[in-house]
């Protein structure tokens, strides 16, 4: 993969190859399509030297900051966490094609959010990250829930991926793109929470147009993370809980946690307010990755100065 910021990199998918692996995969299976997509991903190890050093950064920063040395990256444990990456697009699709049921899926919610999702008359919302396999997170609103999703995404192609999860039949979940936040897409948020609805975003890519970013030690060094849940939270006076989900053992395990109940700065504190919150978030986001140390999916330099 060539440098440059993560969310150009990630245009290269688009609606068509998307559609088209979505069709292969509801046509010919899993079994048939996996040695395809494996076969895609070896040529993206073979050929993208700036992931495969993302990649080994990240597992040599979390082997110091853990201390376990059997963390300590290697070209096969690379090479594993790029494998890693390509089933959980397997299991992706599964979830769009409805292979996934809710008794495939481990729920851990200590704080009973997902009670007090229910019981609220206003939505909340749900930081996430890319780790392990969000999907599995989003798919709870089609299986289970049956409450709106609103996933905020960077991505351009936010309305081709809206119709592609039509045609799959989840009614209870959309993209919204938030790459240029304005007052039409405030009120637009502002108003679905009023309706009872979740926001979902993910807490662990920086904006691409530079956007506000908070400085914060992340396994042991300083990092970059977006301003944007912290602010948005703030600005729409919701709760913000968090939300994971990893493959152990074959399993999903989905996990919810209380993080915030109101985020509030006056204009002299606003950044150190945001700074300890995305602080808070990195800190929970190193547990999570410890407990499954190959599935946090940055395949792009994370601890730089520059975007």
Known sequence: MSSGHWARRNERGSYLLMSFTAWLARNLGRRVLSPLLHLIVLYFFMAGRTARRSVYEYQQRLASWSGRTELRPTRRSVFNQFMAFADTLLDKLDVWNGRLRLEQVTL??????????????????????????LEVCRALAELGEKVQMNVLVHTKHAEHFNRLLNQAGATHL??????????????????????????????????????????????????????????????????????????????????????????????????????????????????????????????????????
């Open 174 to 307: 959309r993209l919204i793109q938030v790459s240029e936040l304005d007052a039409a897409i405030m009120l637009q948020l502002s108003q679905r929470l009023e309706r009872g609805e979740w926001l979902a975003i993910a807490g662990d890519r920086v904006p691409l147009h530079g956007g506000r970013r908070a400085r914060v030690n992340f396994l042991g060094a300083p990092a970059d993370l977006p301003q944007g849940p912290w602010l948005l939270a703030g600005l729409l006076q919701c709760p913000i809980n968090l939300l994971f989900c990893l493959k152990l053992d074959g399993r999903y395990q989905v996990t919810l946690e209380p993080f915030a109940e109101r985020i509030e700065w006056r204009r002299s504190d606003r950044d150190q307010v945001i700074a300890r919150h995305a602080q808070a978030y990195a800190e929970r986001l190193a547990h999570y990755c410890l407990q499954a140390p190959q599935q946090w999916f940055n395949f792009f330099p994370f601890w730089t100065t520059h975007d």
């Open 108 to 133: 851990i919610d200590k704080a009973d959010i997902r009670g007090k999702l229910h019981r609220e008359q206003r939505g909340q919302m749900l930081v996430g990250a890319h780790l392990g396999n």
